[in-house]
Nanobody, 117 residues
Framework: QVQLVESGGGLVQPGGSLRLSCAAS????????MGWYRQAPGKERELVAA???????NYADYVKGRFTISRDNAKNTMYLQMNNMKPEDTAVYYC???????????WGQGTQVIVSS
């Protein structure tokens, strides 16, 4: 059983920045690939960015050059730095394992991000 807690969301103007954090319980965090996901109203949850246990990253096309995923395995924490934000980034952001089809059993509550002027 892994507990995931997302934080750092809020209201930001277009062009602004936010830094999201994902705190995970358990020693397994340091040895699994992780990802940030988001879900906008009326849409399916989608993978935004991924990071391997060793720090290799991958991004959805629509966030490349704007978002940066990182992790601190010693702190069991993952981050998503979001810059140059756009209204279409508005969503609830979640973190979870990203290893093939495998995910931790329970998703966290997510953190709400609203980009609006």
């Amino acid at each position: 059983q892994v507990q995931l807690v997302e934080s750092g969301g809020g209201l930001v103007q277009p062009g602004g920045s936010l830094r999201l954090s994902c705190a995970a319980s358990g020693s397994i965090f340091s040895v699994v690939a992780m990802g940030w996901y988001r879900q906008a109203p009326g849409k399916e949850r989608e993978l935004v960015a991924a990071i391997s246990s060793g720090g290799i990253t991958n991004y959805a096309d629509y966030v490349k050059g704007r978002f940066t995923i990182s992790r601190d395995n010693a702190k069991n924490t993952m981050y998503l730095q979001m810059n140059n934000m756009k209204p279409e980034d508005t969503a609830v952001y979640y973190c979870n394992m990203n290893w093939g089809r495998a995910r931790f059993d329970s998703w966290g509550q997510g953190t709400q991000v609203i980009v609006s002027s």
